[in-house]
């Protein structure tokens, strides 16, 4: 069980250029979802698939954030026209997608806008 | 709605001294409950999760009891060690609207000290 990866691990990328961000969850986890995290916000939700489809997305910030999941294997995260407050850890969670079921957790994708 | 409230952002302590790092939640329903322990530079993994027979969680000498009374599911620890220094978050996980959910405090910051 190779656990959630996501790649990069790390990005550096300058003011106003894009920024794609991938996960790929556990196999067979139906629930994909996808976190900020900050030292000052702690984790904040982005969004959430359920078998593919976006169930939740209130966390995104609508004007340059998508996140897609085009099959059951892989997400993005894509940020457009990147700012420095985008500095972040972006971790993508799975979970087989029950009441009670555990979230885990990719090791994240440090992303660094200058 | 549902939410989670860590009153500590930051702990410090002694090596060899009780821990116990609070969590109260509100839910319209009966969730889960977990705590999630993340080490710098690794993924959040889960520490301990909520039973729904009133059992006890237990793990590496952490344990959490779940007051429904009081909305409660606190970390406890007998003897804190240098290792346990790490960003905690207590999480809330139930189904909504037939898809599972999960949220998350703001995470406590534990410093254990010689």
């Known amino acids: 069980n190779a656990g959630v990866i996501q790649t990069p691990r790390h990005k550096v990328t300058g003011k106003g250029q894009e920024a794609t961000l991938w996960c790929e969850p556990i196999s067979g986890h139906s629930a994909v979802f996808w976190y900020r995290q900050t030292i000052v916000q702690g984790l904040e939700f982005l969004t959430y698939f359920r078998n593919q489809a976006p169930i939740d997305d209130s966390g995104m910030p609508k004007e340059r954030f998508s996140a897609q999941m085009p099959n059951q294997s892989h997400s993005t995260l894509k940020i457009q026209s990147t700012q420095p407050q985008d500095s972040a850890v972006y971790l993508c969670a799975s979970s087989p997608g029950n009441s009670g079921n555990t979230l885990y957790f990719g090791e994240g994708s440090r992303l660094i806008v200058v | 709605g549902d939410s989670v409230t860590q009153t500590e952002g930051l702990v410090t302590l002694t090596e060899g001294l009780p821990v116990m790092l609070n969590c109260t939640y509100q839910s319209t329903y009966s969730p889960f409950l977990f705590w999630y322990v993340q080490h710098l530079n690794e993924a959040p993994k889960l520490l301990l999760k909520?039973?729904?027979?009133?059992k006890r969680p237990e793990h590496q000498g952490f344990h959490a009891t779940l007051h429904k009374s009081s909305s409660s599911f606190h970390l406890q620890k007998s003897s804190a060690q240098l290792s346990d220094s790490a960003l905690y978050y207590c999480a809330l996980s139930r189904l909504t609207t037939g898809y599972q959910n999960f949220y998350f405090g703001k995470g406590t910051s534990l410093t254990v000290i010689p």
């Open positions: 909520s039973f729904t027979d009133n």
